[in-house]
């Protein structure tokens, strides 16, 4: 075997620090950008913030028509300018079926954070009610070990005699009656219901405790205690016959359990708050939708020009190279920042421009969009759309959305023309919020309507788009009222 040497010329793309921290900026939500601002800051003393900010309402306004900048994370752009380095009680708990996108959060005024409820866990709520109840030591004990096995739902998830195991290692002279009565006490703790340990008895504890002169109260917990079968499957003709009550008769019945909690659980928040800060606001000014730029993204970073004088000055060797390291930093971050909101606004406009129709009309009018398609008007890489568009939130009048929200397939239609998935869930939603609920739609008779408008989609594309929305079948959204 021969050993020699060969010269060979190519070209080689070599991921820079610079270009990695291009990437990484523009990928950042604007909370995690607001960290990576404040952490620079922090670290580089050559790097300031101006003080004076502005409100929301001050941004940076740009227009698409202005905004002439090249791929924010190119390659030859950093050449140029910078050197090189994620079941019953569903039956019975109604889906709340709104025009709203639920890839939206709900938005009130101009509050443009959204805000979970309490984080009050269902555990801290009963051991507060627990403390404020004359237990003796050992009934506290009891009632400790049966909100420990209490899941978010409100659910017991053990048996009383599992619960008497695991005390008697300490209380030997406990009896299972003793477990039971603590239980019967947490089960009317707030909310009622809880601790139940199964659906029929969560309701039961409900309906026992209305007054007895509810109407329909001793009715409908004969319902549970003989029916619950059939009413968990909403055979209802079956429940007429064998029950003896009239069709009227079991439709207030039924408005009655459907007015109680099977979840009693669901009405404690017990997950942090969530905060969704927009990266972009959509308005319409005299007749044009206009995008701007959160403030947040662009905090007016400079550089600190009293110690990048000091290079200037008689300083030591070390302290010049420290100097000039930070300075190029500095440098470096803000190119890095302002590419990237050139970037995110570029994109935005490009979206918005596209989408006009769901700005004005809502879901139903959103237009088909693939990554590439923004990617090709925008002259940038596919890769480049993915990531400025992921956990990016564009603020508009119909509520807070993530700027993936705008992208769906296509579906064809008679007419030649294209149908958004998102537009095709619109009209599921609008077609069963109209529904007869005595006679609910049914995925085949949802394929038919929407053939009659030209749009063709196949049964299990209909299922799949409903159980998405949150839209239960047919079968479970039946009623009698």
């Known amino acids: 075997m021969k050993q020699g040497l060969q010269l060979k010329m190519g070209q080689q793309l070599a991921m820079t620090p ?3 921290q291009a990437i990484k900026l523009l990928q950042l939500s604007t909370l995690d950008l607001q960290q990576e601002i404040q952490n620079a800051l922090d670290s580089n003393p050559l790097l300031e913030q101006d003080d004076q900010t ?16 090249s791929d924010a994370i190119s390659q030859q752009e950093f050449s140029d300018d910078l050197p090189a380095e994620k079941e019953w009680e569903e039956s019975y708990t109604s889906t709340p079926i709104t025009g709203t996108s639920s890839n939206a959060v709900a938005y009130d005024g101009e509050d443009t954070v959204y805000q979970g409820e309490s984080s009050t866990s269902l555990q801290d ?5 627990m403390q404020l109840t004359p237990f003796t030591e050992t009934d506290q004990v009891i009632a400790m070990a049966i909100i420990d096995s209490i899941d978010d739902s409100g659910y017991l998830t053990t048996d009383c005699e599992s619960i008497l195991d695991s005390l008697k290692v300490d209380l030997e002279e406990l009896e299972l009656d003793e477990v039971e009565v603590v239980l019967k006490r947490i089960q009317h703790f707030d909310p009622l219901g809880v601790a139940a340990r199964s659906t029929q008895e969560c309701l039961q504890i409900q ?7 509810t109407p329909w109260r001793d009715e409908a917990i004969l319902i549970l205690e003989q029916y619950m079968d059939l009413l968990g499957n909403r055979d209802y003709r079956t429940l007429a016959r064998k029950s003896k009550f009239k069709e009227t008769q079991l439709a207030e019945i039924m408005r009655l359990i459907q007015s109680l909690e099977p979840r009693p659980g669901n ?4 997950s942090e708050a969530q905060y969704i800060v927009p990266d972009v606001y959509v308005k319409k000014i005299n007749g044009q939708w206009r995008v701007s730029l959160n403030q ?14 000091l290079c200037k000055g008689t300083i030591s060797k070390t302290d010049s190279q420290f100097i000039k ?3 190029q930093e500095a440098k470096w971050f ?10 995110l606004l570029k994109v935005s406009n490009c979206i918005v421009q596209q989408q006009q129709a769901f700005f004005e009309y809502g879901d139903e009018a959103m237009k088909p969009m693939v990554l590439n398609d923004v990617a090709f008007e925008v002259e940038m890489h596919e890769s480049t759309i993915s990531r400025v568009t992921t956990q990016k939130f564009m603020h508009t009048p119909r509520g807070i959305y993530e700027l993936k929200f705008f992208f769906s397939s296509h579906v064809a239609t008679d007419g030649g023309g294209e149908c958004s998935s998102t537009a095709i869930r619109a009209l599921i939603k609008k077609l069963v919020a109209a529904e007869l609920t005595t006679k609910p739609l049914s995925d085949n008779k949802i394929t038919q309507l929407l053939e009659e408008q030209g749009i063709q989609v196949a049964r299990r594309t209909i299922a799949k788009y409903r159980e998405s929305l949150g839209i239960p079948p047919s079968n479970q959204r039946k009623q009698l009222l």
Do not use: F, M
């Not at 009405?267 to 017990?270: A, H, L, P, S």
């Open 267 to 270: 009405g404690i928040e017990t």
């Open 334 to 343: 803000i190119k890095s920042l302002e590419s990237r909101n050139e970037t």
């Open 54 to 69: 502005g409100t929301e309402e001050s941004v940076k306004e740009a227009d698409s028509s202005q905004l002439d900048t």
């Open 18 to 20: 610079q270009l990695q």
């Open 207 to 213: 309906l026992r405790q209305l007054p007895a002169t």
């Open 325 to 327: 390291g930070h300075l």
């Open 296 to 309: 947040d993204c662009d905090p007016n970073l400079s550089i600190n020009k009293q110690y990048a004088d």
């Open 125 to 129: 709520h009963l051991l507060w009610q």
